[in-house]
């Protein structure tokens, strides 16, 4: 594996670690923001991993696009890619005009975690070859 591959990995991991801390103390906004982070250096990493210049994009829906347009497949739903993607701005922006029609909960986060989970184990099965 390479060592860009690796850092990249890294980070994600300590984002989903994050993620599960901010979960048990109900700071559900950043838990959000974490996870989101977790699924997007997880499969930038494989990018890196296949040579794959990367994109300055933080949409899920366009990285796993690229992953399948190279015939790597992760295990994560369009609709959870949508959802990934609604939440990086109003996450980290409290502007009105991109705000969710949601408040972040312990459903969403906890349904955000479990499909960064099942992402970053698809990733693994992808590095091992």
Sequence with gaps: ?????KKWLDYGDEN????????DNKLFNSCLESVQQAVEK??????????TK????HSINELVAILAENNFHVDITVDECDLFDSIYLPS???LGSILPDF???LQVCRQC???????RSSAADILKG
């Design 1 to 5: 594996m390479k060592e860009e591959t």
């Design 103 to 105: 408040e972040p909960d």
């Design 92 to 94: 980290k922006y409290p």
């Design 54 to 57: 990367l994109r300055r994009t």
């Design 42 to 51: 997880t499969l930038k990493a494989v990018l890196v991993e296949l040579g």
């Design 113 to 119: 975690i479990a499909a960064a989970e099942r992402v």
């Design 16 to 23: 989903l670690r994050s993620a599960k801390v901010l979960l």
